[in-house]
């Protein structure tokens, strides 16, 4: 089957006698359910498999023609403008790929020379921040800022500078929790939090990648220890927290 055949049953689906809840949905009524397919992608890629990520990719690819369908029954764009439209971004973002006269400034430099035709591309750019979603994921969000802010040289030469910053974040964290401050404490934990991710740009891997991987360690050792303590005829809850920290190490000492 081919795009133009999704094209046509969606279509249909949105058509007079076609599904009632398809007909009923809107933008901002499908947003959830984009946001989850979205998700279920990223996990099928983390987990490696290839059936559920085509099975995925497909349900995206369901709600962006539904998506479009929407906007042309408003007069507003069709899919095929959406297609064309994607199509000539890449090709006039990709002049070391598509023009032949271009010179490549090498892979180090692509990616600040990207950032520099998406900027000029934009006619009410006002920011070189422009762009970045509100929407998304804090840590992601901060990255891409920094990300940015780095494309115009807004940024630490070297893994040195950022490095000093996360200390001198720690340190007036330390400074706002002596003195009790809920507001300066918030204010100082998120310059932490900045710092770190900022820190995460000049390492070989993100912050995203690192937490994520980080989060899936505890949790594996925090289940083992559950279940250690429930082969011991015990239970979590009623364990203090001298004994929970002995569990844990027991667990940390242990293979995966």
């Not at 750019?125 to 840590?139: K, Q, R, Y």
């Amino acid at each position: 089957m081919s795009l133009d055949e999704l094209i046509t049953v969606v279509a249909r689906l949105r058509s007079e006698g076609g599904c009632p809840w398809d007909r009923a949905q809107t933008p901002k009524t499908l947003r959830p359910y984009f946001l989850e397919e979205c998700y279920e992608v990223l996990d099928a890629i983390d987990q490696s498999d290839d059936d559920a990520l085509r099975g995925e990719l497909g349900d995206v690819l369901f709600q962006i023609v539904l998506f479009a369908r929407m906007k042309e029954e408003e007069g507003r764009f069709s899919v095929a403008e959406v297609i064309s439209g994607v199509t000539k971004k890449m090709v006039t973002r990709h002049p070391h790929v598509f023009d032949p006269d271009h010179e490549s400034s090498g892979d180090e430099g692509l990616v600040s020379a990207w950032e520099a035709r998406k900027s000029r591309s934009r006619d009410e750019a006002i920011s070189a921040l422009d762009g970045v979603p509100e929407a998304l994921p804090a840590l992601l969000r901060a990255h891409r800022i920094g990300e940015k802010a780095g494309v115009v040289g807004f940024d630490w030469p070297d893994i040195v500078g950022v490095r000093a910053k996360v200390d001198e974040e720690l340190s007036e964290l330390d400074e706002a929790l002596a003195t009790g401050d809920r507001s300066q404490i918030e204010e100082e934990f998120g310059d932490l939090l900045f710092s770190l991710v900022n820190l995460g740009r000049h390492l070989p891997v993100g912050a995203e990648e690192a937490l994520r991987s980080a989060t899936q360690k505890f949790e594996g050792r925090f289940r083992r220890l559950e279940r250690s303590v429930r082969d011991a005829g015990l239970n979590v809850h009623d364990m203090d927290a001298a004994a929970l920290e002995e569990r844990w190490t027991q667990v940390k000492g242990e293979a995966p």
